[in-house]
């Protein structure tokens, strides 16, 4: 069964970000630390240049992946 790319996308924001929106938790990276802050800013642009980049396919590799190493 393949997953959407809208799907992927908030499974993956669930693996990473567990419950917070993910720029939720760029902002109380900064408040933490400034220099944090900016490299979890960068981070996140990131994660979502891949999610536009990378094919349905791909991604959901990336999520069964990360899926079983939480179980483990």
């Known amino acids: 069964m393949s997953i959407s790319k809208p799907e992927i996308k908030q499974l ?5 970000f567990e419950e917070t929106h993910p720029e939720d938790w760029v902002e ?3 408040a933490l630390s400034a220099m944090h802050g900016d490299s979890g800013a960068k ?3 990131v994660f979502y240049a891949l999610i536009e980049c990378c094919s349905e396919e791909q991604l959901e590799n990336l999520l069964h ?3 079983q190493k939480q179980l483990k």
């Open 12 to 16: 993956l924001e669930r693996v990473i």
């Open 28 to 30: 109380d990276v900064w």
């Open 65 to 67: 992946t990360l899926y």
């Open 43 to 45: 981070l996140l642009d």
